[in-house]
Nanobody, 127 residues
Framework: QVQLVESGGGLVQAGGSLRLSCAAS????????MGWFRQAPGKERQFVAA????????YYADSVKGRFTISRDNAKNTVYLQMNSLKPEDTAVYYC????????????????????WGQGTQVTVSS
């Protein structure tokens, strides 16, 4: 059973930066991909970014392209989300997710294909 623990959320002013981390444990082999999603109050969970573990291909939502960067550290079994130029509309609970088996890259934009989820970390951006 893979366990994911996010950290790094907090309160930041608009234009500021935060780096989220997601540490995985309980793995016996590397995942196919990991992703970040977010959910604001009253809204559906929304794709933010994903990274394919082998090769490092990355995918981003249009709303965060050029501001957010997803990366991973194989040795630490950790995925990161560097968030720059934050906006109030980025306020949400951010979740990391793990996809174990190979999948079409287009499916990584959706929550359902992911096998494991973290508990979430709150990001609040004040104006």
């Amino acid at each position: 059973q893979v366990q994911l623990v996010e950290s790094g959320g907090g309160l930041v002013q608009a234009g500021g930066s935060l780096r989220l981390s997601c540490a995985a444990s309980g793995r016996t082999f590397s995942p196919f991909a990991m992703g970040w999603f977010r959910q604001a109050p009253g809204k559906e969970r929304q794709f933010v970014a994903a990274i394919v573990w082998s090769g490092g291909s990355t995918y981003y939502a249009d709303s965060v392209k050029g501001r957010f960067t997803i990366s991973r550290d194989n040795a630490k079994n950790t995925v990161y989300l560097q968030m720059n130029s934050l906006k109030p509309e980025d306020t949400a609970v951010y979740y990391c997710a793990d996809r174990e088996q190979r999948a079409l890259s287009g499916t990584l934009y959706y929550a359902r294909p992911y096998d494991y989820w973290g508990q979430g970390t709150q990001v609040t951006v004040s104006s």
